[in-house]
């Protein structure tokens, strides 16, 4: 029998109670799992206030530094706070433990395993794989009850043989049409096609997107927001040491010669 004698009538039956309630279930279902993942993501932990001088130090070298060729900063206060730095850097002013002791090793890098903040950012992303993952779970097991073998939708452009096993998944019937979706595949469709409307009433930035579900935890829980990673400041205060001494060569002050600059420019010769 050729699949063009084959002919089916949906009750619209089909329609109002096994299409229209697998797609809004999905989208009710994605939308809640959103809000359920901002409820598990736990605050930022606020920074102390000597890990934020040490980090506050750096970047205010690296704002002299980057204006040093054309500085607003006149050449005593900018020799002075260049100064300054250097000493400071040198000393371990600003460090958040104190200056270094002598003959003291410097501490090794914190394990992952046994620092509190990376488990606590692997163990957020472990929660969020399992709200990712468990309603879908049990969509499909829903579905698979409740639905399985049912024909719900004809696509309404052709498609060739290739897509058969795709869109009818659980429907057995070599001669059907290609067009026709099963509810698996209406499941899987929908597990994939939905991320649009998501990012449309969610934003972009959100945790409903079905696509994520299919990483494995340990993906996700890289994925997940990291606390920064333990930097060495007292090395990174030495080469900025070294760095300022380089911008000194390149210091230019903007206000070298503006005397001349404005009656050059706004004088009038008589």
């Known amino acids: 029998m050729s699949s063009s004698a084959v002919s089916l009538y949906l009750d619209p039956q089909i329609r109002d109670w096994v299409l229209f309630p697998i797609t809004l279930v999905m989208i009710l279902v994605g939308i809640l799992r959103h809000y359920v993942v901002l409820l598990l993501q736990s605050p930022p932990k606020k920074l102390s206030n000597e890990a934020i001088r040490e980090q506050r130090a750096l970047v205010r070298s690296q704002i002299i530094r980057a204006t040093s060729s054309n ?5 005593t206060f900018y020799r002075s706070i260049s100064q300054h730095l250097s000493q400071a850097y040198a000393d371990g002013t600003f460090l958040k433990d104190g200056p270094p002791k002598e003959g003291s090793t410097p501490p090794a890098a914190p394990n992952p395993l046994s620092d509190p903040a990376a488990m606590d950012g692997m163990m957020s992303g472990m929660k969020t794989q399992m709200v990712m993952m468990v309603p879908q779970m049990v969509i499909m097991g829903w579905i698979n009850f409740f639905f399985q073998g049912f024909v719900l939708i004809k696509l309404p452009f052709p498609l060739t043989l290739g897509f058969k096993s795709m869109l009818q998944r659980g429907v057995e019937t070599p001669d059907m049409d290609v067009r026709w979706v099963s509810s698996l595949s209406w499941y899987f469709l929908n597990f994939f096609g939905l991320n649009g409307l998501y990012r449309l009433i969610l934003g972009g930035e959100n945790s409903a997107d079905g696509s994520r579900d299919m990483t494995t935890p340990f993906a996700a829980a890289a994925a997940a927001p990291q606390p920064p990673q333990a930097q060495d400041f007292n090395k990174l205060f030495k080469a900025e040491r070294d760095n300022l001494e380089f911008a ?13 600059r404005v009656l050059q420019k706004y004088g009038h010769s008589e």
């Open 71 to 75: 500085s607003p900063i006149p050449p």
């Open 248 to 260: 000194e060569g390149l210091y230019s002050w903007v206000g070298q010669d503006i005397e001349n």
